[in-house]
């Protein structure tokens, strides 16, 4: 591939991976062309089954791609995985520690399976705890911690090695909103100390917009839109507008000049009610009034929602995220 | 050489995690004496029976006794397996840069090693019950102890490793350890069985280690049965070596 792809954190081209069942083949990817830049957070949204993880795990050569190339870290994923594990770190869906085990050793066996002494390790692991607000847990067996502390934990494990890129597979699942909170503010806070650079799946809007510079979307194993939260949102949904007015007649009215905006998309007018679509509402919609202001028509309520994530996904696959 | 090296890494925080539950080490070291206690006294009676194979009664039981724990002990390690690949542990580790079959050689040396430990106890307390056994004829049993408690455990970690499934693994464990106990004279010597039973153990090669172990004990090192039984276990700790690591390799297709 291009000498280009290695000043790049990820760049992987035609990626595919398919499974044989007993009956069938199932292709988990169908092909998937990325580019993550150093130091970017990027967020990959897709619903549960959409070919996430499995994508992840292909990048973090936890699985052989069946097709396609990929160069992750400088490091060509199919010539040089154990270039690519030197330089990467990997925190999986389901965590990455023992409940029996106690922390400290959790974290020395893995600093030392990276080739570092054990008091390196201990001394990265012990600056790591406490970087991520984990002070006091050192001797304390890994399943006694909470929730959120559990999930930081693997945080540590899957940095102790100081890599350039991390991998993170459903980073908040299963924690309470302050402990998520709590969480993705650490996150970015790695790529703002460390320069990290942060790849993470998630099928939570919140999350993808809370946390990533840029979005790529993920849908039957094919990637269908990519682009950061607000732009997304700006060019694939736009803002909605509700006006509610005296009367159905002005309600008709309001329909046709709305209608006539630029770019205005889905106007429906439902008896004194007509609801519409349009980028950058906030800036249209004095305009539109002044209009309306012309015809003698005075809507009595105006409503505008931001675009959510949801929308985008919906534009962009026809379905709701959640379902 | 960092294949070593890793396999010490996993070797030492198998060892740590299995001590700290002490609850469990106690109890890996009560089962063989528990076994010499329970069992010894019922087959101290059997000496007279017609068929019963030459030597102390302690020479007979106690080489069983230690097969038995290289094969038993060895098997239940998939078990711990399937904890640690659901924790994700198993995961974590193939991502760095360690060796792949570094990953299965720690751990089958740590149970290797907990093998050895019981062996030594259940040895001791036998000789205290009157066994005699040359030291050099002690050593060359512990080998093969080692070898079948290596085959065991690298063959149970494959196996729980694809099945990823306690409730299949269970019945695995099951349909295999009982014909395997029962036929190779592990409780009582197949030399006391009718000669249809004889010939189906005959096709069990544990019978044959199990033979061989008895030989040792009685110092007759140099009959064909005792080269017999250890070539036999190089070739069993060969081929699951080479199962485990292929299984733990295979994770990633």
Redesign the interface.
Request: charged share 20%; glycine share 10%; proline share 4%.
């Given at each position: 591939m291009l000498e280009a792809a290695k000043e790049q954190a990820i760049v992987a081209r035609g990626l595919k991976r398919s499974y044989k069942t007993r009956t069938e083949t199932v292709d988990a990817v169908q092909g998937i062309d990325l580019t993550v830049g150093r130091g970017e957070i990027v967020g990959f949204l897709g619903p549960n089954g959409a070919g996430k993880t499995t994508t992840l795990k292909m990048l973090c050569t936890l699985l052989e791609p069946t097709d396609g190339e990929a160069i992750v870290a400088g490091c060509d994923l199919r010539r040089d995985a154990r270039g690519v594990k030197r330089r990467i770190g990997y925190v999986a869906q389901g965590g990455t520690t023992m409940r029996e085990a106690k922390v400290s050793l959790e974290i020395v066996s893995q600093a030392q399976l990276y080739g570092l002494s054990r008091q390196e390790g201990e001394r990265r692991g012990k600056a790591l705890l406490r970087a991520l607000d984990l002070d006091g847990i050192w001797d304390r067996p890994c399943g006694s911690l909470s929730g959120g502390q559990r999930r930081r934990l693997d945080i540590v494990m899957g940095l102790i090695h100081e890599p350039e890129l991390v991998f993170l597979d459903e980073p908040s699942t299963g924690l309470d909103p302050q402990a998520r909170a709590n969480l993705w503010s650490h996150i970015r806070s790695l790529r703002d100390q460390f320069g990290t650079t942060v790849f993470l799946t998630t099928h939570y809007m919140d999350e993808a917009d809370a946390l990533s510079d840029r979005l790529l979307i993920i849908d039957h194993g094919r990637i269908v839109g990519e682009g950061a939260s607000a732009e997304l949102k700006e060019r694939l949904s736009g803002d909605a507008i509700t006006l509610t007015l005296r009367t159905a007649e002005d309600a008709a009215k309001s329909q046709e000049t709305a209608g006539a905006l630029e770019n205005a998309a889905n106007v429906v007018c439902e008896g004194n009610v007509v609801h519409f679509r349009v980028p950058n509402g906030a800036s249209v919609l004095p305009g539109l009034l002044r209009k309306l202001t012309d015809l003698d028509v005075e809507p009595i309520g105006v409503e505008i929602a931001r675009p959510t994530l949801d929308d985008v996904f919906l534009n962009l696959t026809g379905r709701s995220l959640r379902d | 050489m960092?294949f070593f090296r890793?396999t010490f890494?996993?070797f030492?925080?198998a060892t740590?995690?299995s001590l700290?539950?002490p609850a469990w080490v106690i109890i890996g070291l009560m089962q063989p004496i528990l076994y010499l206690v329970l069992f010894g006294p019922l087959l101290l009676r059997m000496t007279s029976v017609p068929g019963f194979p030459p030597g102390n009664a302690w020479q007979v039981f106690v080489p069983g006794l230690l097969v038995q724990l290289g094969i038993f002990g060895g098997s239940f390690v998939g078990f711990a397996i399937i904890?640690?690949w659901?924790?994700?542990?198993i995961?974590?580790?193939?991502?760095?840069?360690?060796h792949r079959v570094s990953l299965i050689a720690g751990r089958v040396l740590r149970d290797v090693m907990v093998l050895m430990i019981q062996a030594i106890v259940l040895v001791l307390a036998a000789m205290l019950f009157g066994l005699r056994v040359p030291f050099g004829a002690l050593l060359l049993a512990l080998a093969l102890v080692a070898m079948l408690g290596a085959s065991f455990s690298s063959l149970s970690y494959a196996a729980g490793l694809s099945m990823k499934s306690e409730d299949a693994f269970a019945p695995l464990i099951n349909t295999f350890a009982l014909p395997v106990l029962l036929l190779s004279g592990i409780l009582l010597p197949m030399s006391m069985a009718p000669a249809w039973l004889r010939y189906v153990s005959d096709v069990n090669p544990f019978k044959h280690m199990v033979e061989a172990l008895r030989a040792v004990f009685r110092g007759e090192i140099f009959t064909f049965i005792v080269p017999f039984g250890f070539g036999l276990s190089l070739a069993l700790v060969l081929i699951s070596l080479w199962t485990g690591a292929r299984v733990f390799r295979n994770?990633?297709?």
């Amino acid at each position: 591939m291009l000498e280009a792809a290695k000043e790049q954190a990820i760049v992987a081209r035609g990626l595919k991976r398919s499974y044989k069942t007993r009956t069938e083949t199932v292709d988990a990817v169908q092909g998937i062309d990325l580019t993550v830049g150093r130091g970017e957070i990027v967020g990959f949204l897709g619903p549960n089954g959409a070919g996430k993880t499995t994508t992840l795990k292909m990048l973090c050569t936890l699985l052989e791609p069946t097709d396609g190339e990929a160069i992750v870290a400088g490091c060509d994923l199919r010539r040089d995985a154990r270039g690519v594990k030197r330089r990467i770190g990997y925190v999986a869906q389901g965590g990455t520690t023992m409940r029996e085990a106690k922390v400290s050793l959790e974290i020395v066996s893995q600093a030392q399976l990276y080739g570092l002494s054990r008091q390196e390790g201990e001394r990265r692991g012990k600056a790591l705890l406490r970087a991520l607000d984990l002070d006091g847990i050192w001797d304390r067996p890994c399943g006694s911690l909470s929730g959120g502390q559990r999930r930081r934990l693997d945080i540590v494990m899957g940095l102790i090695h100081e890599p350039e890129l991390v991998f993170l597979d459903e980073p908040s699942t299963g924690l309470d909103p302050q402990a998520r909170a709590n969480l993705w503010s650490h996150i970015r806070s790695l790529r703002d100390q460390f320069g990290t650079t942060v790849f993470l799946t998630t099928h939570y809007m919140d999350e993808a917009d809370a946390l990533s510079d840029r979005l790529l979307i993920i849908d039957h194993g094919r990637i269908v839109g990519e682009g950061a939260s607000a732009e997304l949102k700006e060019r694939l949904s736009g803002d909605a507008i509700t006006l509610t007015l005296r009367t159905a007649e002005d309600a008709a009215k309001s329909q046709e000049t709305a209608g006539a905006l630029e770019n205005a998309a889905n106007v429906v007018c439902e008896g004194n009610v007509v609801h519409f679509r349009v980028p950058n509402g906030a800036s249209v919609l004095p305009g539109l009034l002044r209009k309306l202001t012309d015809l003698d028509v005075e809507p009595i309520g105006v409503e505008i929602a931001r675009p959510t994530l949801d929308d985008v996904f919906l534009n962009l696959t026809g379905r709701s995220l959640r379902d | 050489m960092s294949f070593f090296r890793d396999t010490f890494i996993i070797f030492r925080r198998a060892t740590l995690l299995s001590l700290q539950n002490p609850a469990w080490v106690i109890i890996g070291l009560m089962q063989p004496i528990l076994y010499l206690v329970l069992f010894g006294p019922l087959l101290l009676r059997m000496t007279s029976v017609p068929g019963f194979p030459p030597g102390n009664a302690w020479q007979v039981f106690v080489p069983g006794l230690l097969v038995q724990l290289g094969i038993f002990g060895g098997s239940f390690v998939g078990f711990a397996i399937i904890n640690e690949w659901r924790s994700g542990v198993i995961d974590r580790m193939m991502v760095t840069p360690a060796h792949r079959v570094s990953l299965i050689a720690g751990r089958v040396l740590r149970d290797v090693m907990v093998l050895m430990i019981q062996a030594i106890v259940l040895v001791l307390a036998a000789m205290l019950f009157g066994l005699r056994v040359p030291f050099g004829a002690l050593l060359l049993a512990l080998a093969l102890v080692a070898m079948l408690g290596a085959s065991f455990s690298s063959l149970s970690y494959a196996a729980g490793l694809s099945m990823k499934s306690e409730d299949a693994f269970a019945p695995l464990i099951n349909t295999f350890a009982l014909p395997v106990l029962l036929l190779s004279g592990i409780l009582l010597p197949m030399s006391m069985a009718p000669a249809w039973l004889r010939y189906v153990s005959d096709v069990n090669p544990f019978k044959h280690m199990v033979e061989a172990l008895r030989a040792v004990f009685r110092g007759e090192i140099f009959t064909f049965i005792v080269p017999f039984g250890f070539g036999l276990s190089l070739a069993l700790v060969l081929i699951s070596l080479w199962t485990g690591a292929r299984v733990f390799r295979n994770q990633t297709r």
